[in-house]
């Protein structure tokens, strides 16, 4: 996705970061990674078959115009990752 504009954050020190990203078309997509106190896990309970935990220390969120799901399914998502640093 080609940015229209982008912010990143680090806030009290890494108690929250963040990273957006607006899309060129259409304006109200966009793509944000958010994380607290460093990476912390903060809650997990999903397990890989040989019982070791799997790591969540982000999450992200894409938000747009009604129908952008169904965009988002039928289209090949995120060649790249824009991670926060």
């Known amino acids: ?5 982008q912010v990143e954050e680090n ?7 963040y990273a957006g990203i607006q899309a060129t078309d259409p304006l109200q997509l966009t793509i944000w990674q ?16 040989d019982g070791e935990s799997i790591a ?9 115009p009604a129908g952008t799901r169904g965009q988002l399914r ?6 790249t990752v824009y991670t926060v640093r």
Do not use: F, H
């Open 34 to 49: 958010i994380a607290m106190y460093g990476g912390l896990v903060l809650s997990d309970d999903r397990k890989r078959p």
């Open 11 to 17: 806030l009290g020190n890494g108690t929250v970061q």
């Open 56 to 64: 969540c220390t982000a999450w992200w969120v894409i938000t747009g």
């Open 1 to 5: 996705m080609r940015a229209e504009r």
């Open 74 to 79: 039928a289209a090949e998502v995120a060649k």
